[in-house]
């Protein structure tokens, strides 16, 4: 089945600072979601983003489906964007469940 | 924004017990999805629903698991006799034609003791 990667896998920043996350994956896609996972457990839908860029707000997503990445960046950092990211893949024409990466812990230190 | 509810938000039981998740999709949905997540790992799909069936299941949804819409707005998934390795974060998640925006709802919390 599709390989999906993300990195780093833990990442501790100062409040303020600016990160990228990335997702890597082995197969085309056409479907792929970025979460936060908060301290509660729900998942919190940052982007739906087969391919493109998109923005909000502090967040923003780039997915360059020919290489088979999504990257995800985080501005301006602040404690309540702490928890775990995780990307999310549908692989192309083979079913529309999603296959899930590892994710990213982060933590943002006041 | 319509969003997907589930509950409980947790749920204990014991070993051996059927238990049953219940979901609220968005009303126009037609694609139906369970995922779980066991502490600390990462989310796994379960199974899909489409037009009152299951378009596909993972190797995790044995004879023990069940889905059903019983009426126009729930979706439940059912285990018939829980293990303690069932213990996870259930998750419900809709979209309206496949292939597009997954939504997914707050979770269950399912600890089996």
């Known amino acids: 089945g599709i390989q999906v990667e993300q990195s780093p896998p833990d990442l501790i920043l100062q409040e303020g600072a600016n990160s990228t996350l990335r997702c890597n994956f082995s197969?085309?896609?056409?479907?792929l979601q970025w979460f936060h996972q908060n301290p509660w457990g729900q998942l919190i839908n940052l982007f739906y983003i087969p391919s493109g860029t998109k923005q909000n707000g502090r967040l923003s997503a780039t997915t360059v489906a020919t290489e088979r990445y999504s990257l995800l960046y985080i501005s301006s950092s602040q404690t309540t964007d702490s928890g775990v990211y995780f990307c999310?893949?549908?692989?192309?024409?083979?079913?529309?469940?999603?296959?899930f990466g590892p994710g990213t812990r982060l933590s943002v230190l006041p | 924004e319509p969003e997907v509810t589930q509950t409980p938000s947790h749920q204990v039981t014991q070993m051996g017990q059927e238990v049953i998740l219940r979901c609220v999709p968005i009303s126009n949905h037609l694609y139906f999805y369970w995922y779980r997540q066991i502490l600390g790992q990462k989310v796994e799909f379960l199974v899909s629903?489409?037009?009152?069936?299951?378009?596909?299941k993972s190797e995790i949804f044995d004879d023990q698991f069940s889905v059903e819409r019983p009426d126009g707005s729930n979706f439940t998934l059912k285990i018939r006799s829980t293990k303690l390795e069932d213990s996870a974060m259930y998750f419900c998640a809709s979209d309206s034609e496949g292939y597009n925006e997954q939504f997914f709802g707050p979770g269950t919390r399912l600890t089996v003791l």
């Open positions: 999310a893949v549908e692989r192309d024409n083979y079913g529309q469940n999603f296959v």
């Open positions: 197969d085309s896609v056409n479907n």
């Open positions: 629903f489409y037009n009152n069936e299951i378009s596909e």
